[in-house]
C-alpha cells in the first residue's frame, strides 16, 4: 500500500522542481559544502552516520539487527533525512514518505532516470493491481557523489557559540530561554545555553509523543475502526478505535474508508439476511475529559476515539478549522447514510458500549503507526498527537486520558535514558502550558531516533518538515536561504513561546540536532523571534566551524 503525498506536498512539488533544476545560489552553497562530507559518508559508512543513513526506512523494524552494506537506495533515502538538496544532475531530497519507507519525489525522479532495477523494500506481494512497483534502484541519484573518504568532523564548541549567540542571545527572544546543539554521531553536546532548563515547549512535544508511541505501540502498528453485531440480533455497533484520520472522503490518499466499512458492513449484514439495523457507537477505548484544557479551538477536536476527518467541518486536512461539536455522533450519522445507500435500513441510538459476546462485521485499518507520526510531526497534527498520547497510555497500562497519556508518556522515555529532571508532560499535543520540556532531552531524542540500535524511532525524522518545501516549515524559509531544504525542523507557538527542534547537515557534511526554545517572549517580537530561530538554524548549515 502506498500513501499518497499530502497536499502541502503536492502544491511544493513545483518548488522542489525549479530548485533541482534552477539550483539556486543559497543552496549551491550548502550544496558545495556539503557535498564532500556526503561523498565522505557514502563511501566509508562509518558506525554513528549509519545512525542515520541504515535503516530509514518507515517499516524500518524490519532492519533491527540486520548488518547488510548499505545499498545505494538506502543511502538515498538517509540523503533525504540528512535534508540534502544536492547540485544539478541530483533528486531533490525532500517531500514526504510512502509507507514503503522510500520518499516518492526520490522514487519518481529515479523511476524516470531508470529503466530498470528493483528492491521493494519489504512492500508484501499482496501489493494492489495498479499500485506503484517497487522503485528501482537510483545510482542516478547519487552521479554527483565523489570526494574522498571519511566523515567531516564535529564543529568546535567555541566556533559554534560565536555563529549562534547573536541569533539565540538576542533580546526579541525575550528573559527566558534556552537551548542545546549535539552531534548525532556522538550525541556529544556542543552548544548550551540553560539546555537543562525546562521550558514551555509548545509543539515541540509532538517529538517526544512520536518517540514514545513508536517505542511502546510499535511501528508497525494500525488503529482499527470495526463494527460488530450483538448475537441472535439486529444490533449493530460502530466501535471507535482511536483514528482521528479515519475518513469518508472518496479519495482516501490511502487512510481507512469509512466508505470501505460501510461497504464490508452491508456485504456482511446481506450474508445474514439483515436489511434492517439498530445502530449505535462504542467510544469506550478512552477515559476521562474529551475537552483539552484549551478549550473549544478549531486547532482540536474532542478527544474521542470515533470521528471521521478529525470532525472537521470543511475540506481541509491540517491546521485551523470548525469543528464538530459531537465527533462520534456525527462518525455515526455519517456510516448510517452510507448503510442507506447500500439499502441497508437504519435506525441509530447513540452511544453503548458493544456486548463482550459480539461478533466483529466488519473492520477498517489506518496506516502503519510510521505514516501517522510523520502526518502529525509534518503538520503539526494535534488530533493525532492526542490519540497516540491515549495509545501510548494502552500501551504501558496507564488510563487513557490526557493524564493518563501524559504519564505513559514519560513513563515510556524513561525506558530510553533520555535526560528527565525537571521534564513534565500534560498532553500529547503541546497545546498544555503545563508541559515543560528541556532542550538537552530535545535534542537527546532526535539523536535516540538517528541511533542503528532503535530503527523503529526513525520516522521521528523523517516526519519533520523540509525547511522551504513541507509542512510547517514550507513558507518559513525564503527560497534564497541557506538552509532550505537543509533544515528539518519541529515548529512550537504559542502566545509568547517560540520554539524549533530538529536537525541540520552542516558545511562539513555533520549532522547536528538542535533545540531552541524560548518563553515569554512579547507579543510583538512574535515574527522578529521565529525568524532569529530561522537564521540560527540556517547558520548551523553554512557552520565550517572545526
Known amino acids: ?220 502498528h494500525r488503529l482499527q475502526t470495526r463494527t460488530v453485531l450483538d448475537p441472535d440480533s439486529a444490533e449493530v455497533v460502530l466501535v471507535g478505535g482511536g483514528d482521528p484520520t479515519l475518513t469518508a472522503h472518496k479519495d482516501t490518499e490511502g487512510y481507512a474508508s469509512l466508505r470501505t466499512l460501510a461497504d464490508r458492513t452491508a456485504d456482511a449484514l446481506d450474508r445474514r439476511h439483515l436489511k434492517e439495523i439498530t445502530l449505535t457507537h ?62 441497508i435500513k437504519v435506525r441509530t441510538e447513540g452511544d453503548a458500549a458493544a456486548p463482550k459476546n459480539a461478533k466483529e462485521l466488519a473492520a477498517v485499518s489506518s496506516p502503519p503507526l510510521t505514516t501517522l507520526v510523520e502526518r502529525m510531526l509534518t503538520n503539526s497534527d494535534n488530533d493525532i498527537a492526542e490519540a497516540l498520547a491515549r495509545h501510548v497510555a494502552l500501551a504501558t497500562g496507564e488510563q487513557p486520558s490526557f493524564e493518563g497519556g501524559a504519564a505513559a508518556i514519560k513513563k515510556e522515555l524513561k525506558k530510553l535514558e533520555v535526560p528527565l529532571d525537571g521534564v513534565e508532560f500534560a498532553d500529547g499535543s503541546g497545546l498544555s502550558r503545563g508541559n515543560a520540556l528541556t532542550p538537552a532531552l530535545l535534542t537527546a531524542l532526535l539523536a535516540e531516533s538517528a541511533a542503528p540500535d532503535h530503527p523503529e524511532l526513525r520516522p521521528v525524522l523523517t516526519g519533520l518538515p523540509v525547511a522551504g518545501f513541507t509542512g510547517t516549515l514550507r513558507t518559513r524559509y525564503p527560497s534564497d536561504a541557506t538552509g532550505t531544504g537543509i533544515v528539518r525542523a519541529k515548529t512550537g507557538t504559542l502566545s509568547n513561546v517560540n520554539t524549533l527542534a530538529g536537525t541540520v547537515v552542516d558545511a562539513d557534511g555533520r549532522l547536528l540536532a538542535f533545540a531552541f526554545l524560548a518563553t515569554e517572549t512579547p507579543l510583538g517580537n512574535t515574527d522578529p523571534a521565529k525568524k532569529a530561530l530561522t537564521d540560527a538554524t540556517s547558520s548551523l548549515a553554512t557552520c565550517g566551524c572545526r
Open 1 to 220: 500500500m502506498v500513501v499518497r503525498e499530502p497536499k502541502v506536498w503536492r502544491a511544493a512539488r513545483p518548488r522542489v522542481v525549479r530548485v533541482v533544476h534552477g539550483v539556486k545560489p543559497g543552496i549551491v552553497r550548502v550544496t558545495r559544502a556539503v557535498k564532500p562530507g556526503a561523498a565522505r559518508v557514502a563511501q566509508a559508512v562509518k558506525p554513528g552516520v549509519v545512525r542515520v543513513t541504515s535503516a530509514v526506512t518507515a517499516r524500518s523494524s524490519q532492519l533491527a539487527g540486520s548488518t547488510k552494506k548499505l545499498t545505494t537506495l538506502q543511502f538515498t533515502a538517509g540523503a533525504a533525512t540528512l535534508g540534502l538538496v544536492f547540485s544539478a544532475g541530483a533528486v531533490a531530497a525532500a517531500g514526504p514518505w510512502d509507507s514503503s519507507g522510500q520518499r516518492t519525489a526520490e522514487r519518481d525522479w529515479a523511476a524516470s532516470r531508470e529503466g530498470q532495477g528493483g528492491a521493494d523494500h519489504g512492500r508484501s506481494s499482496g501489493t494492489a493491481a495498479g499500485a506503484p512497483k517497487p522503485a528501482p534502484s537510483a545510482p542516478a541519484v547519487l552521479a554527483g557523489l565523489g570526494g574522498t573518504s571519511g566523515a567531516g568532523s564535529a564543529p568546535d564548541s567555541a566556533a559554534l557559540a560565536a555563529l549562534l549567540d547573536p541569533f539565540l542571545k538576542s533580546p526579541v527572544l525575550g528573559p527566558r530561554r534556552a537551548a542545546s546543539v549535539v552531534d548525532v554521531e556522538t550525541g556529544e553536546q556542543l552548544y548550551s545555553q540553560n539546555a537543562e532548563e525546562a521550558l514551555t515547549p509548545a509543539s515541540t512535544t509532538k517529538i517526544a509523543t512520536a518517540v514514545a508511541a513508536l517505542s511502546a505501540v510499535g511501528p508497525d
Open 282 to 343: 462504542d467510544v469506550s477505548l478512552y477515559e476521562g475529559p474529551e475537552q483539552h484544557t484549551i478549550g473549544r479551538n478549531g486547532n482540536l477536536a474532542l478527544v474521542v476515539p470515533l470521528m471521521v476527518d478529525e470532525a472537521r467541518l470543511d475540506d481541509s486536512s491540517s491546521g485551523d478549522a470548525d469543528r464538530d461539536p459531537n465527533p462520534a455522533a456525527a462518525a455515526t450519522a455519517e456510516f448510517a447514510d452510507l448503510l442507506e445507500e447500500r439499502d
